[in-house]
């Protein structure tokens, strides 16, 4: 039985190159798809005690590769991909910039909060 995840992205390719795809295009490329997806709504999160913001988070479903080195041992899987973005960081902070992969279902904003609020606890 395969355990369930959350963690940061590190990876960035895509079951298979889409075939109008040219051999170097990025729109094959996960973060591409990602961005791609329109945002599924805001979040107001927590940054510190004194100190709460805005996150815009879109999510999708999508079908990922394993490392290069490790194709020939595993299968492609569905993996799902979280983005939030700070909408107005203070001067002074980069903001918030999260993209996160689990192999959790996330059907809709609440589920895609709720992994974000785990990554948080981190």
């Known amino acids: ?3 369930s995840f959350i963690v940061r992205v590190q ?8 075939a109008d795809a040219a051999p170097h295009d990025p729109a ?8 791609a997806t329109p945002w599924a709504g805001r979040h107001r999160i927590t940054v510190d005690q004194n100190e709460t913001t805005r996150l815009q988070v879109k999510f999708a479903a999508i079908n990922t590769l394993p490392p290069v080195g490790k194709q ?3 299968s492609p899987q569905v ?9 107005d ?9 999260w993209k996160l992969v689990t192999n959790l279902p996330v059907e809709d904003l609440s589920v895609a909060v709720e ?7 981190r």
């Open 1 to 3: 039985m395969c355990a």
């Open 11 to 18: 990876t960035n390719r895509l079951d298979e190159r889409p």
């Open 28 to 35: 094959h490329r996960v973060f591409a798809q990602l961005g």
């Open 72 to 74: 020939k041992r595993y």
């Open 79 to 87: 993996l799902t991909y979280i983005h939030a973005l700070e909408e």
């Open 89 to 97: 960081p203070p001067p002074g902070r980069e903001p918030i910039d």
């Open 115 to 121: 992994k974000l609020g785990w990554h948080a606890l």
